[in-house]
């Protein structure tokens, strides 16, 4: 096994540092691009610019950006690659703001689209932070630091969702798109000032034999095989994750109508009930990324991560059950808590595994197999809420148990990544370069 050199440059940056900065850029980040989503689907429906079959079209558009984000988060990571992590980070900010800004000022379903395709085609703050972070982070450490920065991005979720829920309420959907672009703005200004970056290119690599370049080929195409399992997971946590967007708000209505019939509801009010409920997902998966980050450094039986899986499953059955908000923010926590714990688990083992110089480019095709969960899930979301909201709930809990088996067999494989003891760990690469060797060891360290 050749000797993994993740971090060549981490003695000239100070990695505490950045990760200050980048906490704080992606706690403003996320927060604003949550400021405005989770209302997003009664927006369309009580401005008029949807007429009909709301939940459909509110899945449509949500899972628009999600689409373009597919197809550019690799080209992106790539590019950071070679150019420099920094400025994708920078220029993920300043799209979102664009995009984010001019969706307060349009008002037509077809504008928003656009605005929205280009808000995927720009934006992937996460990424790009995940990618600084693990190339300055020692091994050891990257549990801890990429821990925090997941908590950031849920803690700003949360901060986001509760704060856009009453800016909605006090000022109007439209205003909040504009203060989520200010926002952005805001980041990208913070990462150009605060973060630092001591990069090079990387070198001009000398002409491979025709040998050489079908060895090479093999173990791309093996290394790929052997982390199908992980982005699968991924996949599936995004899936998860996402699938109640497009009736989340539409339930909460529904809540209103069951206990205060007498009294009536206005938009104003489900509005901030759903940023409410939304902040409670987002403390509990600020809870459940730093844990993660914690463990993530340390020794843990492997079946932590089936529990969770359940767990989470039947936080989500309580969410289809309730009768009440109590019920739905309990479950909802539980859900969050979970599943935000297993997302943050599997960016560490990515990152552990990433090969040198190659980081930006694996965490790009993380968020491309990422967007197929998004994509899907609003868009089946918003059809299984048809068929009643306990049915949808049902679903996504089903979804969500089929984690457990597959997180097993990711501990059996990668348990050396989920609790590092060694000061050597493969990565994907020595995974491809052995099979290529000992097709025997079916993509297992050797």
């Known amino acids: 096994m050749s000797k993994r050199l993740s971090h060549p440059m981490a003695g000239s940056v100070n990695w505490k540092t950045n990760l200050l900065a980048i906490w704080l850029a992606q706690f403003l980040s996320l927060s604003a691009f949550s400021f405005s989503l989770p209302f997003l689907p009664l927006y ?32 992106w990571g790539i590019l950071g690659d ?31 689209i656009v605005l929205r395709l280009l808000q995927g085609v720009f934006t992937g703050t996460v990424p790009a932070a995940q990618t ?45 798109f504009k203060i989520s672009g200010f926002m952005l703005l805001a ?9 630092r970056e001591d990069f090079s290119p990387p070198p001009v690599l000398p002409s ?14 093996t290394g790929f095989i052997a982390l199908f399992p992980i982005l699968l997971a991924i996949t599936l946590t995004a899936f998860v994750q996402t699938f109640d967007g497009p009736y989340l708000s539409y339930f909460v209505e529904n809540l209103y109508l069951t206990n205060y019939p007498q009294v009536g509801v206005t938009p104003g009010a489900v509005y901030a ?9 987002g403390g509990a998966a600020v809870a459940g990324s730093i844990m993660t980050g914690l463990v993530m450094d340390r020794p843990l039986p492997g079946l932590v991560w089936v529990l969770m ?54 965490f790009g095709w993380s968020v491309t197999v990422r967007s197929v969960g ?26 969500l148990l089929a984690l457990a088996p597959i997180f097993f067999y990711l501990n059996k494989v990668y348990g050396h990544e989920f609790h590092p003891e060694e000061d050597e760990n493969p990565s994907i690469q020595d995974l491809g370069n052995a099979k290529v060797a000992s097709p025997a060891t079916h993509g297992r360290p050797v």
């Open 132 to 176: 600084l972070i693990a190339a300055y982070t020692p091994d050891k450490k990257q549990g801890f630091a990429i821990g925090l920065v997941m908590a950031a991005v849920n803690a700003g979720n949360l901060t986001g969702a509760f704060l856009g829920g009453m800016a909605a309420n006090l000022y109007g959907p439209t205003t909040s």
């Open 44 to 75: 369309l429906k009580n401005s008029g610019i949807v007429t009909s079959d709301a939940t459909f079209w509110s899945g449509l558009f949500i899972s628009a950006a999600s689409f373009s984000t597919m197809i550019m988060s690799p080209i």
């Open 309 to 362: 899986a359940v767990g989470g499953s039947l936080g989500v059955v309580l969410m289809g059950f309730s009768g009440d908000f109590y019920s739905l923010a309990v479950g909802r926590f539980i859900f969050f808590f979970m599943i935000s714990g297993l997302a943050s688990a599997l960016v560490v083992v990515l990152g552990r595994l990433a090969p040198p110089g190659k980081t930006g480019g694996i």
């Open 82 to 112: 070679r150019f420099g992590r920094k400025m994708m980070l920078v220029r993920a900010n300043l799209g979102g703001a664009f995009a984010l800004y001019l969706m307060g000022v349009v008002d037509n379903y077809e504008a928003l």
């Open 208 to 221: 491979l034999t025709r040998s050489a370049r079908i060895r090479r080929r093999r173990a791309r195409i």
């Open 374 to 399: 998004w994509i899907l899930a609003p868009l089946l979301g918003g059809q299984a809420a048809n068929w009643g909201f306990t049915t949808a709930f049902l679903i996504e809990a089903i979804a």
């Open 187 to 195: 980041a990208a200004i913070l990462v150009i000032v605060a973060v």
């Open 273 to 281: 009930m759903t940023g409410r409920v939304s902040a409670v997902a």
